[in-house]
């Protein structure tokens, strides 16, 4: 089985995390995807995010109705900070019998190269890459590397920034999330201050 692994802070999860989350599942040879809640650093401001079983449930709530998409909390059990390289080899390591791959967007193979081992993680993984707009270039060295896969997935302009400050500002955010999400974000309070 092949599982593609989606990491993001989903503070909250929104459309626009799903709609790539499945067009990835649906258009290339993954199984499944995983979408890994990555927890709070503990040396970083807290600010507005979610405490790590909030944002949590809200991917259970926005994924229980995709059976190829399901929620992680595989990196709360690890050490902080977390690195990419640790969390694949830990879960390699768990689940022996499959395959991980990594999502991640076109703005982030931009400075692939920076990250910790990124070398190993090309070694042991596949790299599924969704487009984003964003400034700059992609190294050259992953332009044409058998590892790293284009998936032409549709470009989603939606943030979680952007769905905070409406909810902040009063603003009608609804289309942006699932009923379920908004639900549980408005009987909550979240975000609100």
């Not at 709070?40 to 790590?52: A, E, I, M, Q």
């Given at each position: 089985m092949k599982i593609g692994l989606y990491f993001g802070t989903f503070n909250p999860i929104h459309v626009g995390h799903l709609i790539i989350a499945n067009?990835?599942?649906e258009n290339s040879d993954l199984d499944e995807i995983w979408m890994v809640v990555t927890p709070?650093?503990?040396?970083?401001?807290?600010?507005?995010?979610?405490?790590?079983h909030h944002r949590l449930e809200l991917v259970y709530k926005a994924t229980e109705e995709y059976?190829?998409?399901?929620?992680?909390?595989?990196?709360?059990?690890?050490?902080?900070?977390n690195y990419t390289v640790h969390t694949l080899a830990h879960i390699s390591d768990l689940y022996k019998d499959k395959e991980f791959c990594l999502i991640m967007g076109e703005d982030n193979l931009k400075s692939f190269h920076k990250w910790k081992n990124f070398e190993?993680?090309?070694?042991?993984?596949?790299?599924?890459?969704?487009?984003?707009?964003?400034?700059?270039?992609?190294a050259t060295q992953f332009?044409?590397?058998?590892?790293?896969?284009?998936?032409?997935a549709p470009i989603v302009q939606v943030s979680s920034t952007m769905i905070r400050n409406g909810i902040k500002d009063g603003k009608n955010i609804k289309p942006m999330l699932t009923k379920e999400v908004w639900s549980y974000i408005d009987e909550m309070n979240f975000y609100r201050k």
């Open positions: 067009h990835m599942v709070h650093n503990p040396f970083k401001k807290k600010s507005s995010l979610l405490d790590n059976t190829k998409i399901k929620p992680s909390n595989i990196e709360f059990k690890l050490p902080q900070p190993t993680i090309l070694e042991h993984h596949n790299i599924y890459v969704y487009p984003r707009i964003s400034e700059g270039k992609t332009d044409e590397h058998p590892k790293i896969h284009k998936i032409a």
